[in-house]
């Protein structure tokens, strides 16, 4: 590997002059990459298997596949979903056929955001997976059972990687700070604990953020002493300072959450501008309001859910700041709904059920006869079509044996739940008199 010259060092950011070389230098993830665990097994066993990197930005997704492909000294070649056509990489792919062919080994091709490829784009690097003439390693910030398409999960292992803590983070950024030929050493930077843990907290589990706003930080100070002002001139923002553990984070959302809950829009509105004016990520305010929705407000208004997650897909859209009025907007509708924890009651009573009773097999009347093997031995028997009876529905059970009549959701008497109350109760009364009947309706 050619050594990089100072000059071009120079303006490279600090994130991509500190990205590790080896596991050695490589902090966190220690269970995907500490003693017996799936990473160093393979370069223990010599053995290199295609890859899908799952998790947040900056936790060290694409280092991880480019110390690899380093200790197994194959050819690597590096796409981005987003910039790169298919086309292109079909064409590296030959390439690669053509390698493997002539020095009997594979090439890694490495597609960063593999998830923006669509299904006919994934399906394209199956044939030379199978074949062995590559090496697919994939990134990707989206879950892959949702992103993926399943033959091509099927031959590769996924490595799930989370947001680093806020002590790997501190590691990160003290190395960076000491280090003379890559990082700022030759600087002699001192760093307050206060300043440190502005520039942690903002990361936000990311180490490339943190780096970068360290470096920024850094050719801002006076004196070579980065303290919060220094950050704060950096980041462009006011800084509210969460603690090192993160429980003035935890102390706003729950202050944001109780807010809403308790259907005030004023202290609501105004725990939402903290949490943005202390850095927070405005995707993570998202996150959390969607979960009120379907938490707090459920089927009391069945349209809090799409207005969550509209200011979601607005904000990610727009970006800030104008997208953080999406959020507010969000916030006022869900803090005035009227509120029913109704949906997540019945939701935790089935999981406690499932969670604490004997897996019970489908009944052969709910399964599909897709065979002619199954239809002999029952499958879909007795089944009763909903729409070939007058009143849509049956008296049929379709609950495992050990839990019929088990009831799980109870309407609340808010909003749009008075109308469900209604509605379920109208089913009841139908089935009710099915049953009394002895059979269906007419």
């Known amino acids: 590997m050619k050594r990089m010259s100072t000059k071009r060092m120079k303006h490279t950011p600090l994130a991509e002059r500190m990205r590790p070389k080896s596991l050695d230098g490589f902090y966190g993830q220690e269970h995907l990459i500490g003693e017996g665990r799936i990473l160093a097994q393979l370069i223990k066993a010599d053995s290199l298997i295609s890859l899908i990197f799952w998790g947040p930005p900056g936790s060290g997704k ?5 110390i690899l492909a380093d200790h197994f000294n194959l050819p690597c070649m590096f796409y981005s979903a987003v910039l790169s056509s298919i086309k292109e990489i079909k064409k590296a792919m030959e390439e690669a056929e053509e390698h493997s062919r002539l020095y009997r080994q594979p090439t890694i091709i490495f597609i960063d955001e593999i998830h923006r490829f669509n299904k006919a784009q994934q399906a394209a690097f199956l044939p030379y997976v199978e074949k062995g003439e590559i090496i697919l390693f994939g990134s990707t910030t989206e879950n892959p059972s949702f992103e993926v398409i399943a033959p091509l999960l099927s031959r590769t292992k996924v490595l799930k990687l989370n947001a680093l803590e806020p002590e790997t983070l501190e590691k990160i950024l003290n190395n960076a700070l000491q280090d003379r030929e890559r990082g700022l050493g030759e600087r002699k930077t001192h760093i307050s604990k206060e300043a440190m843990d502005a520039v942690i907290v903002y990361a936000d589990g990311d180490a490339r953020r943190a780096l970068n706003t360290l470096e920024i930080a850094v050719h801002l100070a006076k004196d070579d002493k980065v303290d919060l002002e220094a950050v704060k001139e950096a980041l462009q923002q006011r800084i509210l300072l969460y603690d090192k ?3 003035e984070h935890f102390n706003l959302i729950s202050a944001l959450h109780k807010s809403l809950r308790n259907s005030d829009v004023n202290a609501s509105l105004y725990w939402l501008a903290r949490m943005i004016a202390a850095g927070e990520d405005p995707m993570y305010i998202a996150r959390r309001l969607v979960r009120f929705a379907s938490e707090d ?31 507010a907007q969000a916030v006022i509708y869900l803090a005035s709904a009227p509120k029913s924890n109704s949906v997540y009651k019945a939701f935790s009573k089935a999981v406690k059920d499932v969670e604490s009773s004997l897996f019970e097999p489908v009944p052969l009347h709910l399964r599909n006869p897709v065979s002619s093997l199954m239809k002999k031995q029952g499958y879909g028997k007795d089944y009763k079509y909903a729409h070939d009876f007058g009143e849509a529905t049956t008296d049929m059970e379709t609950m495992p044996e050990n839990l019929k009549n088990r009831e ?4 609340g008497s808010m909003g749009f739940e008075k109308e469900m109350k209604k509605r379920l109760e109208w089913w009841n009364e139908i089935k009710k008199k099915i049953k009394e009947k002895k059979g269906p309706p007419l």
């Open 62 to 66: 694409t280092t991880l596949g480019a």
């Open 245 to 247: 553990k993160g429980e």
């Open 297 to 327: 407000v459920g089927l009391a208004d069945n349209n809090a859910l799409n207005i969550a997650l509209n200011a979601k897909d607005s904000f990610e859209f727009i970006g800030s700041p104008e997208g953080e009025l999406a959020l």
């Open 408 to 411: 799980y959701y109870e309407p």
